[in-house]
Every structure is written in structure tokens, then in C-alpha cells.
């Protein structure tokens, strides 16, 4: 990291001192064990970085659009509203999500009411954690994986000669799979094998979970060429990491598919849920659309996170383009 100047230290300090006293007084505690201190300079860290990768995107954005369509509010500290950021920082580390894991949470800014809230979005490890945390019934295990060409798989159901379900997997060729033709996701449960649950995904079944905007930078596919700063109006090829996002979509389903238990909820679970659902309400859903053919937009997450797919509940994800590290983050 770049030697850091005198504003920035004294920004991280007094950022340090107010989710302190948040994180004290909401917990009881006279102060902050060694790793707690360590995640909320994580999250100040993570934070700050996105912020400064969401105003240099601001600016870049803002040329050649009508005064009606750019976005003066600067992404900067000031400008963030963080009576509600030290709230939710405070019940996303206490439920365990850190920044500085990779795919456990992403932090994303939008514009109300002339500032800027940070929500937080988990990634796929995220959703694991929670569904770990508030599942109704949590299995001992869950395996996901994709299913090549060359793969011999076959799903054996629940019926009159098989109490369990289960699955034959075989990977033929470690060198030679062949094309992508779909996945799948087995829960088990150690102690009630009965309840066992296979579901198996056709690549049809995973490309509808793909987000709408999703980048070629990482599903594959084609992007816009740029020369000097400007679009040519041509195509370029690009490989992707398809076998990445198949498997992080699949993986999404598995443990968004775990009921949360309501005697679980506390009030960390609710402070983030209702973050995201403001973030949801927001204008930033349209922003998101009204500018989906452009180059970027106004919304950026933290700092190498490329792509966030925006999924609440289980709805059509919304994807929110940054910068070009998402394999990593999300």
C-alpha cells in the first residue's frame, strides 16, 4: 500500500474512534479485542479505496453527459452518511464478514438523499457464512460442481429402492473435459442422510441466473474494443472465466437455498437486511439500467470488485460493473 499522507490518517482515526464507541457501547464491552481493531481498519481500508475508485469513475463518467445526467456529489468522506455506516459495519463484522477474505462481503456506495449510504452485499463465501449462521437446518456439507462434457455424471433419486439421495460423479479425463454442460449441488446431512437434496442445473438453468449486464470480462463473450480512449465500434473476443462464475452461481443457489431460521434473527441480521433492502429501493436499480450501455456507471463497490451480482433473496441478479479484479471479490 502507498505511503499514506497526514488527511487519511487522521480520516482512519476518527473512523476508528466512532465505530469503537459504536461497537463498545452495542456490545457491552469496555474495548476491542486485537481482532476486532484489525477488522475495522479492514473495513475503513476496503471502504476508503472504493470511494476513491468510485470518484475517479465519477469523473471519467460525467464527461460528455448533460448537466441533467452527471453526478456532482463527490465520492468522498464527507459525503458519507456514517450515523448508518457505523451501524452496519458494526453488525457485518459481528457477524463475521471480513473485507479482507476474498467472496465474503462487498461494500457498494449509492447516492439518498444527497449523500452516500454504504450497503453490504455479501459475496458467494458471504452467503455461506450467513446461511451457516441463521440456516433453519444447516446441512453437515455441502459439495458443488460443474459438470463438463467429457464428466460422466448421474443423479440417483429418492424412490422405492433408494432411501437416499445421491449422485455417481466421475471426472473421464483430468486433461480433456470438454464444454461446460451444466452442475449441480448435493446437501448432506450426516446424522438424517433421508433429507440428502441433489439439484442439478442444465447450463440453460445457470445462464438464467447470469445477471443482465453481465461482463464479458468474466462470462466470456465479446466487449467493446477501445483505442486511445474511445470506442472503434468493433468487437473483441473474450475468454473469460466461465468455470469461476458457473461455479460461484451454483454455489449462490445451494446456500441461498437454506431457510433462515426466524428464532435466529438478531439484530445484526436485521440492521444488514435492511440496508440492503434500502439499497434495493433505492434509484440506483434505474441508474443501473438507464446506463447499461455505457462504459461504467456511477455505483462502484469496493476496490477489486469488478462485478457485483446484487442478489437479494433469491431475484434476478443485478449486476453493478467496477474495476477489473472481480474474480477475487466476489
Not at 483430468?174 to 442445473?201: A, H, Q, S
Amino acid at each position: 500500500m502507498a505511503e499514506e499522507n497526514a488527511p487519511v490518517r487522521t480520516m482512519r482515526e476518527g473512523f476508528l474512534q466512532v465505530v469503537t464507541a459504536e461497537f463498545c457501547s452495542s456490545s457491552n464491552q469496555d474495548e476491542l479485542n486485537d481482532f476486532q481493531k484489525r477488522l475495522i481498519v479492514n473495513y475503513f481500508n476496503t471502504i476508503d479505496l472504493s470511494l476513491k475508485d468510485a470518484e475517479e469513475k465519477r469523473i471519467k463518467t460525467n464527461v460528455g453527459k448533460s448537466e441533467n445526467y452527471q453526478n456532482n456529489l463527490p465520492y468522498l468522506w464527507a459525503n458519507v452518511n456514517t450515523d448508518t455506516l457505523k451501524k452496519n459495519l458494526v453488525s457485518a463484522a459481528r457477524i463475521g464478514f471480513d473485507p479482507a477474505q476474498k467472496n465474503h462481503i462487498n461494500m457498494l456506495p449509492f447516492k439518498k438523499n444527497n449523500r452516500y449510504e454504504i450497503t453490504f452485499i455479501e459475496g458467494y463465501k458471504g452467503i455461506e457464512l450467513k446461511a451457516q449462521k441463521y440456516g433453519l437446518e444447516v446441512p453437515s456439507g455441502i459439495a458443488v460442481e460443474v459438470v463438463y462434457a467429457n464428466d460422466r455424471f448421474k443423479s440417483i433419486k429418492k424412490d422405492h429402492r433408494n432411501n437416499i439421495e445421491n449422485y455417481e460423479f466421475e471426472i473421464t479425463n483430468d486433461f480433456d473435459r470438454g464444454e461446460i454442460i451444466g452442475g449441480f449441488y448435493y446437501k448432506f446431512f450426516t446424522e438424517n442422510p433421508e433429507k440428502n437434496k441433489l439439484m442439478v442445473f442444465t447450463m440453460k438453468d445457470i445462464l438464467k441466473r447470469k445477471p443482465q449486464y453481465a461482463s464479458a470480462e468474466f462470462w466470456g463473450g465479446e466487449k467493446d474494443e477501445w483505442k486511445n480512449g474511445k470506442k472503434t465500434g468493433k468487437k473483441e473476443p473474450v475468454e473469460g472465466w466461465l468455470d469461476e462464475m458457473c461455479l460461484k452461481t451454483i454455489s449462490r443457489a445451494a446456500y441461498n437455498s437454506i431457510t433462515i431460521d426466524s428464532t435466529k434473527i438478531d439484530n445484526d441480521y436485521a440492521q444488514i437486511r435492511q440496508s440492503q433492502q434500502e439499497f434495493k429501493e433505492s434509484e440506483v436499480i434505474n441508474e443501473i439500467a438507464e446506463n447499461a450501455n455505457i462504459e461504467s456507471i456511477d455505483i462502484t463497490p469496493v476496490i477489486d470488485v469488478g462485478q457485483v451480482e446484487v442478489l437479494i433473496d433469491d431475484e434476478q441478479p443485478t449486476t453493478v460493473k467496477a474495476g477489473p479484479n472481480f474474480l477475487n471479490g466476489n
